[in-house]
């Protein structure tokens, strides 16, 4: 089993910053790619990027790249999203998620997920 934690989460204006948390514990060896997903009230989980727990390569959507980045700190367990320029499009509650294995844009391919944290741009 792996547990995910996310934090970070809060109440940011238009154009402004924030950065996520989510640290992992339990079976983290068994990690392949970490992912982030959003998901909006009335709307359908998204994709917003994937880091490779070992080797850092990272994937994002057209919708997010160049404003959001994925790192890692291995050593911590730690992933973090950092978000700029932010929308009131982006307002969301956000969950990190962790998989073995399978497509990185899928969330059907992830096995664990944290308890979300939400991100509320207001303009």
């Known amino acids: 089993q792996v547990q995910l934690v996310e934090s970070g989460g809060g109440l940011v204006q238009v154009g402004g910053s924030l950065r996520l948390s989510c640290a992992a514990s339990g079976r983290t060896l068994s990690i392949y790619t970490m992912g982030w997903f959003r998901q909006a009230p009335g709307k359908e989980r998204e994709f917003v990027g994937s880091i490779r727990w070992r080797g850092g390569s990272t994937y994002y959507p057209d919708s997010v790249k160049g404003r959001f980045t994925i790192s890692g700190d291995n050593a911590k367990n730690t992933v973090y999203l950092q978000m700029n320029s932010l929308k009131p499009e982006d307002t969301a509650l956000y969950y990190c998620?962790?998989?073995?294995?399978?497509?990185?844009?899928?969330?059907?391919?992830?096995?664990?997920w944290g308890q979300g944290t939400q991100v509320t741009v207001s303009s």
């Open positions: 998620a962790a998989h073995s294995g399978g497509v990185i844009a899928a969330s059907s391919s992830y096995e664990y």
